[in-house]
Nanobody, 123 residues
Framework: QDQIVESGGGDVQPGGSLRLSCTGS????????LGWFRQAPGKEREGVAC????????YYADSVQGRFTISRDNAKNTLYLQMNSLKPEDTAMYYC????????????????WGKGTQVTVSS
């Protein structure tokens, strides 16, 4: 059974950093475009950053451009999201998802999802 598991979330003060990781079992990440998504209470799920199967191209939401970096290690079947200069508005559940068909960093284009890891930014 294809499964994705996220880790690395937690509580952090504004201006701090976190590194999220996402690993897959039952599926080879190199066969998929991957992305990080987030959903805050009362808001729709949104694309944060996405990356092609080879590491390119990358896409970032305007709200995280210059602060977050997405990367992948296909040999380790792992996706990462380095988050720096975190802000309270970054507080959300963060999800990793895989896409194996044409599309973009739209949540509806991704078919395999993890259960998420919570990120809370507050002082």
């Amino acid at each position: 059974q294809d499964q994705i598991v996220e880790s690395g979330g937690g509580d952090v003060q504004p201006g701090g950093s976190l590194r999220l990781s996402c690993t897959g079992s039952g599926l080879r990440f190199e066969d998929y475009n991957l992305g990080w998504f987030r959903q805050a209470p009362g808001k729709e799920r949104e694309g944060v950053a996405c990356i092609g199967w080879s590491g390119l191209p990358t896409y970032y939401a305007d709200s995280v451009q210059g602060r977050f970096t997405i990367s992948r290690d296909n040999a380790k079947n792992t996706l990462y999201l380095q988050m720096n200069s975190l802000k309270p508005e970054d507080t959300a559940m963060y999800y990793c998802a895989a896409r194996d068909r044409p599309g973009n960093c739209d949540p509806s284009h991704h078919s395999i999802w993890g259960k998420g890891t919570q990120v809370t930014v507050s002082s």
